[in-house]
């Protein structure tokens, strides 16, 4: 998994690349809390168009990290979710969890 960081207005968008899975979804937590820690940051956006692949562990990520968003007040939203990732949202019953962005003008 690698990314890129960028910030368009109040938002920070991580832009995920690769699988998000058992190998890379505990260096991702690491990285992205630090930053969550170190910023403040008023709304939180993983951007999953180059995500190819998505198990348990990515799911679990993205889930704790909407729970630190929304429990420090900030807002959290997945963005440009392709077709196989909503498939694992739809099956694991979390496509309606998430607020998902279909397109960044979307974002406001």
Known sequence: MEYTTRNKGPHK??????????????????EINAVIDEE???????????????????IALIANLQKKMKSSGSKFALLNVTNDIMAVLRLSSLDNFFTIFSSEADLG
């Open 13 to 30: 968008i991580y832009e995920l690349v690769g699988s998000l899975d058992i190998y890379s979804a505990s260096k991702m937590k690491k």
């Open 40 to 58: 403040e940051i008023d709304s939180l956006v993983l951007d999953m168009a180059k995500v190819t692949h998505m198990d348990s562990s990515g």
